[in-house]
C-alpha cells in the first residue's frame, strides 16, 4: 500500500513539473464553443464551433488551423518577428483567398482597448494562469473579454496581437462576450492539449500556397 501511494505521488508530481516547463515548441488543441441568449443564433454558432482549432508554435510564430461546415478550411500564420499575419480561407462559396497584413497594433488600436489585470487565477493543463480583463470595440460594438494567461509557454497569440504589450503571456482559457444586434454571443476557448514537439519551419511561410487568390477590398 505505501508503495502504491509513493508511486501514486511520484507520478502526480512527474505531471506537475512537467506542465510548468517552459515551452518554445509544439502542438497546441483549443477547444471552442460559442453561445447565445437567441436559440435560432443559438444553432448557427453550435454548427460553427464544431471543430477544435490545432496550433503550432515555434518561437514567435504560430499557425492555426480550423475547420467548420460553416466557415470552411481557415489557417492563421503569425510571424512576430516581421509583425505580418497571412490568412487562408477555404470556403465552398468564395474558393480559396488568402490576406495578409500587419500585426502591428495602430494608436486607434491601442486606444480602444482597455485592459486590466485581474486578481484571479486560474489552473490549465497544470499551467497557473493570471486573469486578465478586457474591453474593447469591434466593429462600433463592445466587446468584453476575460482571459487567463501563462509565461511557461513561449508563443505569440493571434488574440492578443492587437493589444500590443498589454497583455503578458498566452491565453488558455479565453472568454469573449460581445452584443450583436440585440442579441448576446459568448465564445469561449480553452487549450484542452499540448505537446512539446518539434515543428518544421515551412508549416510558418507567409507565402500564399498555390491555388489561393487575394481576397481584394481587405
Known sequence: MKKFLLLSLTLMLSVVLTAQENITEGVMVMKQTMSSDNEQMNAQLQAMAAANTTIYFKGDKSRNESNNP???????????????????????????????QSTEPSKEDLEAVTVKKGDKTKTVLGYECQEYIVSMKQNGQDVEMQMFTTDKISAVSQNTTAMGDKVEGFPLYFNMK???MGTTINVEME??????????NEKFSLTPPEGYTKMEGM
Do not use: E, R, W
Request: charged share 20%; no cysteine; glycine share 6%.
Open 70 to 100: 460553416m466557415t470552411g478550411d481557415m489557417i492563421v500564420i503569425v510571424d512576430g518577428t516581421k509583425k505580418q499575419m497571412l490568412m487562408l480561407m477555404d470556403q465552398a462559396a468564395y474558393g480559396k483567398k488568402y490576406m495578409i
Open 178 to 180: 460581445m452584443n450583436q
Open 191 to 200: 487549450v484542452v492539449k499540448i505537446d512539446q514537439q518539434s515543428v518544421p
